[in-house]
């Protein structure tokens, strides 16, 4: 069964730093990668998909990186602002029971707070 | 914004009663999802669809059932609702690639 985690649950930085968000996963034959955004009471935002043949992906100040052997990803924000103030959720999309179709397994997300 | 529309979005209900959960999407992709969240639990899949009248279960399955008779729509009933059925439910597409979400219903059994 595939798990993902990611670490820190919970952070809180003032503005203006670069901050990384962890998430690793414990079955390496995945499709792809996705990260996204969601705001309180709302539903999710994509941010950055990485296929299983890529090592990065980048969107303005966004960067999210793949070691699919390791079974770990890194999103990496830069030079952070209030409005990134968000919970970030890494799902990996693999084969659900062997074939068929394929799902998304989620972690349970970093909830993040940037201090103005 | 990916073109996937959820209804209700908002719904209280008596222990007991069917609901039915509606996700109507307009990309003509070919994979449909149903998902909860619920604080502590993350994201779980519940049913999932790889084409019309192509379903099968996800890890949360029990109390549920789904139904996909057209590309575009893809149901969600809970056939009598019970009180761990409160949560909110996402309904998500995709093709291949990546997968895009609606804005969730918020359902409580009481």
């Known amino acids: 069964k595939q798990e993902v985690t990611q670490i820190p649950a919970a952070l809180s930085v003032p503005e203006g730093e670069n901050l990384v968000l962890n998430c690793s996963f414990t079955d390496s034959a995945i499709y792809n990668l996705q990260w996204f955004r969601q705001d309180p009471g709302k539903g999710l935002t994509s941010l950055l998909l990485?296929?299983?043949?890529?090592r990065e992906q980048t969107s303005g100040r966004l960067n999210a990186s793949l070691d699919k052997s390791s079974g770990r990803s890194t999103l990496y924000i830069a030079a952070s602002q209030p409005g990134d103030s968000a919970t970030y959720l890494c799902a990996v999309r693999y084969t659900y029971k062997g074939g068929g179709a394929d799902g998304l397994t989620f972690g349970k997300g970093t909830h993040l707070i940037i201090q103005p | 914004d990916a073109g996937i529309t959820q209804s209700p979005r908002h719904k209280v209900t008596e222990t007991g009663t069917p609901v039915t959960l509606r996700c109507h999407q307009t990309?003509?992709?070919?994979?449909m999802y149903w998902y909860r969240q619920d604080p502590g639990h993350g994201l779980r899949l519940i049913h999932y669809s790889y084409g019309v009248k192509d379903t099968d279960k996800g890890e949360v399955s029990d109390g549920y059932s789904v139904s996909r008779s057209k590309t575009e729509d893809f149901l969600l009933t809970l056939e009598s609702a019970t009180s761990s059925q409160t949560s909110v439910y996402f309904c998500a597409i995709s093709e291949n690639t990546e997968a895009f979400f609606g804005q969730g219903t918020r359902l409580t059994v009481v």
């Open positions: 990309e003509n992709h070919r994979y």
């Open positions: 990485i296929q299983s043949s890529q």
